[in-house]
């Protein structure tokens, strides 16, 4: 993000910097009067005057908008003004009082540090200065800015827990603590973005995830330098291993089990506050063709599941593309009865069969995106609409061949039976480098991507673990959950292996 090279707010608080990065002063007012200066012109911050236990001055500071009003007065106020004097000589000793005489859910922490005072006044704690004192306490009374937990919209579900991730941090994890019992599950936090402070979650299970891919995670998360940090795309695209490669590196979800599963096979999560979807990683190019409903139905249904999904991304990356290739070059390939058909359906089209191609996969992307971004109410139906009216229209003026119509949708449907949009996007991309090969070279041209593809795929990798495994290097025990969703008796064995592997 760039900024001007004249910022006011710098400039106030290199003016400032020895105060704020100093410790506290003894006398009171020059701490206000320091965070006046530094939140000057925000109408949200709080100082109230308060007398603490009855008898010795303080100031409570806070941002109004952040803080639970009931519980700052049930928790906090009443019993901090409402209690019988007391003779407080120390920070110790008043520390002691309060933890006595407030809330559980409201205890004190001790500070001592200006630039620790405002970090937890923008992350909505209330800051207590008492007059004297060379210390300060901080109380945790956040506000409950969140929704309920309700079913994702953007992963549909078949059969599982019908809630997702929201956009409060600490629900998630209590959400992850609620499937996942056990003190194994390790949370790690720490913020990102100078501005924003966004807190990060990093959630793993010791014994089942590698130290390494933890430590390289936590790594690459501390080498973050933006002003903000606003979404997990953020942290997705900064820590991919190949963030020029369109092929998915790590999975994003907003499915508690997904991410609960994969902390069992020993893969690490991050989860970042203000976002639901959260991240997992290491993945592989089996992952993208994966969904937590194979791991609720029978194996048998779900290993032909994942064939036909493999089966129909193939073709949704290469169907355009062969079919141009044949038309165009290979004619011979085609039956004598099938060639007739197709000429005498593009004998009125005005155009090639790569521009042809091209108008319509383009005008099909089109209509998809337009229904994901327009209202859900509308959305499905323009899309829907707008492909048969333009379909239908476009073949009786001319303009397009029946055949065509054929290609294009039965590629979008194959499309649609990617389950990580990730992957989907990343097969739609590749078509069309696929498209132009195969109306310059034919099905040579085709084959010659496809083995690009295949290159570029065997060599990259996911934190640390190959991206084509267990294809490539080969490993038999991990078959049984790519290319075939092995029974329940065999994946045990598996999880267990990996178990005593990694310990």
Not at 193 to 210: C, H, N, R, T, W
Not at 372 to 394: F, M
């Amino acid at each position: 993000m760039s900024r001007g090279h004249k910022d006011p707010f710098e400039k106030k608080v290199k003016g400032l910097e020895s105060a704020v990065n100093s410790d506290i002063s003894s006398h009171m007012d020059e701490n206000i009067d320091l965070l006046k200066q530094l939140f000057s012109n925000c109408s949200d911050l709080v100082i109230r005057q308060l007398e603490v236990l009855g008898s010795m001055p303080g100031v409570a500071v806070y941002l109004d908008v952040l803080v639970d009003n009931e519980m700052w007065d049930i928790g906090f106020l009443q019993p901090l003004m409402l209690q019988e004097q007391s003779t407080v000589s120390s920070p110790a000793q008043l520390y002691d009082l309060l933890g006595h005489k407030l809330a559980s859910a409201v205890q004190p922490e001790m500070i001592r540090n200006m630039g620790d005072i405002i970090q937890r006044i923008v992350r909505g704690e209330i800051i207590l200065f008492v007059d004297t004192f060379s210390e300060a306490y901080a109380f945790k009374i956040g506000n409950k800015l969140h929704r309920n937990l309700e079913e994702p919209t953007t992963e549909a579900i078949i059969r599982g827990p019908r809630f997702g991730f929201i956009e409060k941090l600490d629900i998630n994890i209590a959400v992850l603590r609620q499937r996942l019992r056990t003190p194994r599950l390790k949370m790690e936090k720490m913020s990102v973005g100078s501005l924003s402070q966004s807190d990060i979650a990093i959630v793993y299970l010791e014994g089942y995830a590698e130290q390494s891919v933890v430590n390289e995670v936590k790594k690459r998360l501390s080498k973050i330098e933006m002003d903000s940090v606003l979404e997990s795309g953020y942290l997705e695209e900064l820590i991919d291993d190949h963030p020029n490669s369109p092929f998915p590196t790590i999975q994003s979800t907003q499915r508690p089990d997904v991410v609960s599963g994969s902390l069992v096979e020993g893969k690490v999560a991050v989860l970042i506050d203000g976002s639901p979807m959260s991240l997992v990683l290491p993945i592989t190019f089996w992952f993208g063709f994966q969904t937590a409903e194979d791991y609720y139905m029978s194996f048998i249904f779900a290993t032909m599941l994942r064939w036909l999904r493999y089966m129909f991304a193939f073709l949704a990356m290469t169907l355009p593309a062969m079919y141009i290739g044949i038309t165009s070059f290979q004619q011979e390939m085609i039956p004598t009865s099938l060639a007739l058909s197709l000429a005498a359906a593009r004998e009125v089209v005005p155009f090639p069969v790569m521009a042809e191609a091209l108008i319509m996969e383009i005008t099909f992307e089109a209509l998809r995106e337009a229904g994901i971004r327009l209202p859900r109410p509308v959305g499905q139906t323009i899309s829907i609409v707008g492909a048969l009216v333009i379909g239908q229209a476009a073949v009786q003026a001319g303009i397009i061949s029946a055949p065509m119509i054929i290609v294009v949708a039965t590629t979008g449907i194959a499309s649609f039976l990617i389950p990580n949009p990730g992957m989907s996007q990343a097969i739609s991309l590749i078509r069309f480098p696929l498209m132009i090969l195969g109306a310059t070279f034919g099905l040579y041209g085709v084959g010659v991507g496809l083995l690009t593809v295949l290159i570029h795929l065997v060599n990259m990798s996911s934190f640390g673990t190959a991206y084509m495994t267990p294809i490539a290097p080969f490993n038999f025990r991990g078959l049984a959950d790519s290319v075939i969703r092995a029974p329940w008796r065999v994946l045990r064995k598996l999880h267990r292996y990996s178990k005593h592997r990694m310990e």
